[in-house]
């Protein structure tokens, strides 16, 4: 079995944030024909789950780049990936220090998703917090100390901000083994974005596991920005679509078509219908 493994943002889904009619259309004709395909995202089940409700995904989807695998039919966390409250303090007095306000990301001792924040004030902050608040997310609240409760489990931390002050700190962050360190520029408001968790919770080792569970032969990776780079290590094929950051594409198979013209479902089909003799894929 070959398992297709896709990042959602930039790459499946469209520059509007949302999943194309052919792009489902594709998608689902082939999954339904037993393809095996699931998703990648640095998306929570929260926010992801209303993008990708329109796919028929049965196998398990990999969130929050790794920190969570979530299986979509026994709708459970089978796996989850928390950082230590040790690291957790000294990566808030990093960020005190250097004037930075983190969000934290918790699942609550009620398995609820919660994210901490304190007042945004980098305009990143305010599109992404203000944002999600503006869709009604429920996941957010705000604090005046940026403290774990009782029973809270940090799965991920974040700070948005301007490069190359960011970036300082993520190379100081880099060198610490216990964790893992995301840093890109959000495709959406253009900020930067460093997002810590575990140093079990990447996409990598994500994939990694799926591979081992579900016993497969090959896996095949598409994305488009820097937090896919550790899946295409682990990916036995992996593609880059044509809007990908450069960097990416350098380590990619091949490019493909650009996420506002459906590369990933397009790709797919293609594999499809070359495996089956050209014979062209009936569309329900």
Same mark, same amino acid.
């Given at each position: 079995m070959i398992l297709y493994v896709s990042d959602l943002d930039g790459t499946l889904v469209g520059p509007d944030e949302r999943l194309s009619r052919e792009t489902v259309k594709i998608i689902n004709t082939l999954v339904d024909d037993g393809l095996a395909f699931t998703i990648a995202t640095a998306?929570? @089940? #929260? #926010? &992801? &789950? +209303?993008?990708i409700a329109p796919l028929h995904l049965r196998l398990p989807v990999i969130l929050n780049n790794g920190a969570f695998i979530y299986h979509p039919l026994k709708k459970k966390n089978i796996v989850a990936n928390f950082l230590s409250p040790a690291a957790v303090e000294r990566l808030v007095a990093d960020c005190r220090q250097c004037g930075f306000s983190p969000t934290l990301h918790? @699942? #609550?001792? +009620?398995e609820r998703l919660r994210v901490y924040y304190r007042k945004p004030i980098h305009p990143g902050e305010k599109h992404y917090i203000c944002g999600r608040l503006a869709k009604g997310d429920s996941r957010f609240l705000r604090v005046d100390d940026l403290r774990p409760a009782p029973g809270d489990r940090v799965y991920a931390l974040l700070v948005i901000g301007n490069h190359p002050e960011l970036a300082t700190l993520a190379a100081k962050w880099s060198a610490d083994p216990e964790i893992a360190v995301h840093y890109a520029q959000d495709i959406y408001s253009g900020a930067y974005w460093l997002e810590v968790t575990d140093r079990q919770a990447t996409k990598k080792g994500a994939v990694r596991f799926l591979r081992d569970l579900l016993s497969v032969e090959k896996v095949v990776c598409f994305g488009d920005h820097l937090n896919d780079l550790p899946m295409f290590e682990e990916a036995d094929e992996a593609y880059a679509v044509a809007n990908a950051h450069k960097l990416l594409k350098t380590k990619a198979t091949r490019i493909i078509e650009a996420n506002d013209r459906d590369g990933v479902a397009r790709f797919l089909l293609q594999m499809a219908e070359e495996r089956s003799n050209t014979r062209p894929v009936a569309f329900s």
């Open positions: 998306r929570s @089940l #929260t #926010t &992801a &789950a +209303e993008m918790v @699942l #609550t001792g +009620e």
